[in-house]
């Protein structure tokens, strides 16, 4: 009998917290169980976790032959105690078994892997990912050692062998650091982590792990290629033998499913825009570089002149928006080294972290999707291609000091001029990037009904095409940023905000306030509408009904994503637009009594609120107000800048009923964990005592 280890164990690679993989391999000795269990109560007896099994060779084999895990465990088996000749005939029939049925074989563990993926994420984005499940991480580095152990591809390279030294450099100190096994790198370890490997802060603590596990899904995603190419019978030749090419693009052919060069490409001065060429071909196509192909092109394709010539800049313009093809074509460029010699801004972007959690991707892979999402608006304007480098360059000032809305615009035209645009268009490009921001605030922020409102879009805008391009880079931004981002509900606002600023810029003239809801003017009252995200109340002119309504939805769990109020004929009328805070959304019939009932004056709804304990500020900064005094026709607007919480709205708005400030209209704005609330008060509020008082309530029932 022999003691094997396996896994970390096995190949040498125990991280300080790691369990231990282990199985008693026999040939049926009589006792053998006995002797297993005097084997690991020890070992569980120091609290080290332990995987064991007890099984002969036939017996781990066919285990091996049937499940694909398995047979990856075994490639990493090591000799540790007993009969040395027994692991040796182990290793080498589980090795040989492996070569045999690793094609067929290859095909699951993708499905599993995929699998994984889909529950962990992808290391490269995630601002807490797991080390080792996670895509691009530890477990993927034993799918490539399999690949390559079975004859299948070189998959092993020196890069990849780089990072994953790295990783497990980067896992070793996360077990010292928190003193047991844990293979998430949670936000308060990154600087403790980053500095037992020698980084400087967390942030560089995460474009390394960032970048490593890019190198390692790259490289694995070619070698699935390869492992497809032999299962479907490997290179398609003609009839004289030689492979079959298909030419796709100038320069470009497809051979075995891949893009490779053309023959008279090659040569001693290659032309500078080929690899832009190249990568347009393979974005549209949606085929894969060969990787021969691109270390070709990092080595001999010269770098690109400025500015660059009409072929490089429309094949890039080609590239933004081949659409699917895009990301997968933009990250083999960029392992290879390529993107760095079209931008070299690039290196400063590459695998920066966005550290708000609306944000799924690093700064790089924003900008990449952006365009990408942008191309599902081209047709929506008069220039689809300052839309796509608009929206590709919207955030390169992002890791510079300031706003990056501004310091992106030097950089943003500074690339425009490279690659040729002319004057005009450069400006263009500049404007989207300090204007692209605005209209997802205003439309989220302020009354879009107020003609103030639409002339101060309208004028900063300047004209209709640029309108739409904002509206276009707007809506692509928000969907690459992450779900949290985008909703029906913003789209429909930032809609109604373009609209009426079209109006404006087409007609010279400001569109006319809506009409109030013909049934709520009409009828006794109370009135109380709900339809879909809409809650719309009639009722009889007082103070404190704002906080009411907003008590009674949050009494329901609902947030409130805009409110809405106005007197008419002495009826009081709020419009709210919500959504569930979480579940399912709340008993329209429960919702609409207890609506009645406090905008009637039954205290009763907002002491069952109060009995809940919806009180005190979230985590985070200290919250702050902001003054607005010519944002408004009749008002100034009040911005509340704060963690969210539940029933903050109701807690402010009674706040400022009680200071005496009459709100006309909120805006509830959520951005991951914190919200910008825009209350309208009516009035001039010139004298800065008032202000103070009104400040000093809301921030008390905020804390």
Known sequence: MALVAFGGLGRLQCAPHSDLDLILLHTGVPGVEELATSLWYPIWDTRIGLDHSVRTLPEALSVAHDDVKVSLSLLDARHVAGDRQLTMGLIEAAADQWRRIAVRQLAKLREITLARWKVHGELAFLLEGDLKEAAGGLRDVGILRAIAQAGLSDALRPQVRAAHLRLLDIRDALHSGVGRRVDRLVAQERESVAHLVGLEDGDALLRRVASDARTITHALDDAWRSADRLRTGGRKRGADGKP??????????????????????????????????????????????????????????????????????????????????????????????????????????RSLPQHNPVHQYTLDRHLVQAAYEATAYTREVDRPDLLLLGAFLHDVGKGLPGDHSTTGIPVAGGIATRIGLPPADVRTIEKLVRLHLLLPEVATRRDLSDPVTIKAVADAVGDPTTLSLLHGLARADAQATGPAAWSDWKGRLIAELVRRVHIAL???????????DPALVAGPLPVVHLEGDRVAVAAADRRGLLSAVAGCLALHRLEVLTADASTVDG?????????????????????????????????????????????????????????????????????????????????????????GAHVRAARISTLGGDVVDAFYLVGAWSDETEREKVEAAVLTAVA
Do not use: N
């Open 571 to 659: 009826r009081a009328l709020v419009e709210f637009r919500v959504q569930p805070r979480y579940g399912t959304p709340p008993d329209a019939l429960a919702l609409s009594s207890d609506l009645r009932r406090a905008v009637s004056g039954d205290v009763s709804v907002t002491q069952r609120l109060r009995g809940r304990g919806l009180s005190g500020r979230g985590s985070g900064a200290a919250p702050k107000i902001v003054w607005h005094r010519e944002a408004a026709t009749d008002a100034v607007v009040m911005e509340l800048r704060a963690a969210d919480a539940p029933g903050l709205l109701y807690r402010v708005a009674s706040a400022l009923d009680e200071a």
């Open 244 to 349: 079959l090419r298909r030419p796709v693009a100038r320069d470009v052919v497809e051979q075995d499913g891949e893009l490779v060069l053309a023959r008279t490409a090659i040569g001693a001065r290659p032309d500078p825009s080929l690899s832009l060429r190249v990568a347009a071909a393979a974005a549209v196509t949606q085929l894969p570089i060969a990787r021969a192909t691109c270390e070709w092109l990092a080595a001999y394709c010269p770098p690109l002149p400025a500015p660059w010539p009409e072929a490089a800049r429309s094949a890039l313009v080609t590239l933004l928006g081949a659409g699917l093809g895009l990301v997968p074509t933009w990250e083999t460029c960029d392992r290879y080294g390529l993107v760095d010699g079209w931008l070299p801004e690039w290196t400063r972007m």
């Open 506 to 516: 087409d007609t010279g003239v400001l569109p006319a306030p809506p009409k109030p």
